[in-house]
């Protein structure tokens, strides 16, 4: 059974910095394309940033562009997420998701919980 887990979530202060996880269990990551998102209180969810399967292609919402960046470790089956010059309206819970196509397309396959991001002073 393939499982998502995300980590790394916590408070940090307007210009930080935090670098979230996502851990696949039950299945090869190199399978997957891994997208993270992010839903904000009475926000709908939206996506933040993908990274294909092959790793080769990043996709990055306008906003996060510059500040966020992708990488994936296949042999620790690990996708981060490092989140630079962080602003309070990228407070949110923030999920990844696993895609098996494996190129960033909807539907997303699996899911994580969710880990709490909150950028405040």
């Known amino acids: 059974q393939v499982q998502v887990v995300e980590s790394g979530g916590g408070l940090v202060q307007p210009g930080g910095s935090l670098r979230l996880s996502c851990v696949v269990s039950g299945s090869t990551l190199e399978n997957y394309a891994i997208g993270w998102f992010r839903q904000a209180p009475g926000k709908e969810r939206e996506g933040v940033a993908c990274?294909?399967?092959?790793?080769?292609?990043?996709y990055y919402q306008d906003s996060v562009q510059g500040r966020f960046t992708l990488s994936r470790d296949n042999a620790k089956n690990t996708v981060y997420l490092q989140m630079r010059r962080l602003k309070p309206k990228d407070t949110a819970v923030y999920y990844c998701a696993a895609d098996s196509e494996g190129i960033c397309n909807w539907p997303y396959d699996y899911w994580g919980q969710g880990t709490q991001v909150t950028v405040s002073s």
């Open positions: 990274i294909t399967s092959s790793g080769n292609t990043t």
